[in-house]
């Protein structure tokens, strides 16, 4: 922070965009070279596409690329959490991080192209991520199958840095002023109103909506004691999102049709607290213990 090195880039929609590689927010990125040495493979990097939106499923908007799956959706509970947390769902960040339904209908579709759902949509509530999916715009030109994005994958922003330090700040009570001074300069940046104090709730909240889809919930609720809580029902139930229901007006979670099912998972056990060494380390080490329940 006192570098002056980094800071917040205005547009958040160039985050995991091609738009934003080398971006003053990005501190760790893995740089997508237009040339990695690999003939017709053009940066073999598929993490874009597996995190990307289900064609199969639902007509994708023309500057959304074809191809990929949904691996990493937005939950229903996330959608309404950060629609209330960002006063609507015409926020900076809420339109940058996720769409509506009502929203992916609103935007722009190739000629011919029919918008909305064609089959069920397996883990899906009507909530769409638009954070680090793959772009039509972002795509390198590739003689294979697979498609690449030219897009910086990045492993921790200045974001975060500012929301480590406000949270630091408050569990030692060391320049609370300037931890809460921190945190409301990511607040503002979404056009939020800043926070009037530093609390445990309002930096959980925070990080909770702008981390979203960066790998650093699971290890938030792990470290602040609340997965068991948080994460008891975890996967015992599963959704598909239908469209809108029969003979409802169009427009807002009152009208989509969300079928629920007995899910596969089992909910939160306590050895999810540690990760389990890998099966070679065992075999190399006699003396490594594996981690309780794995």
């Avoid at 960040?93 to 935007?107: C, E, N, S």
């Avoid at 008891?232 to 989509?256: I, L, Q, R």
Wanted: aromatic residues 14%; glycine residues 12%; charged residues 25%.
């Amino acid at each position: 922070i006192n570098s002056n090195a980094y800071g917040l880039v205005d547009d958040m929609s160039i985050l995991g965009r091609n738009a934003g590689d080398f971006c003053k927010e990005y501190i760790f990125e893995h740089n997508s070279d237009d040339d990695d040495g690999f003939v017709d493979w053009n940066q073999s990097d598929l993490r874009h596409t597996y995190i990307g939106l289900r064609v199969e499923n639902l007509a994708l908007p023309k500057h959304i690329q074809r191809g990929g799956w949904g691996w990493s959706g937005v939950t229903g509970d996330f959608g309404k959490f950060l629609t209330k947390h960002e006063g609507g769902t015409e926020g900076k960040r809420f339109k940058a991080w996720i769409a509506t339904y009502d929203q992916m209908l609103d935007m722009e579709y190739d000629e011919g192209e029919t918008p909305g759902i064609g089959n069920a949509y397996p883990d899906n509530e009507g909530y769409f991520r638009m954070k680090n999916i793959f772009y039509a715009a972002d795509v390198f030109p590739s003689n294979g199958f697979w498609k690449m994005s030219k897009a910086n994958w990045y492993y921790m922003r200045y974001a975060e840095v500012l929301l480590l330090y406000a949270e630091y700040c408050h569990l030692t009570g060391e320049d609370t002023a300037g931890g809460l001074a921190r945190l409301n300069e990511v607040r503002e940046r979404a056009g939020l109103a800043p926070a009037a104090s530093l609390t445990y709730d309002v930096i959980k909240d925070e990080r909770r909506a702008e981390l979203f889809g960066e790998q650093e919930r699971f290890f938030d609720l792990i470290r602040w004691g609340e997965a068991p809580t948080k994460l008891a029902d975890k996967g015992k139930k599963a959704y598909y999102f239908n469209g809108y229901k029969a003979g409802v007006t169009p427009g807002g979670p009152e009208s989509w049709d969300i079928t629920v099912e007995d899910g596969p998972g089992s909910g939160w056990q306590d050895k999810y607290n540690l990760l389990p060494f890998p099966y070679t380390q065992t075999q190399a080490n006699p003396n490594l213990k594996q981690n309780l329940g794995w």
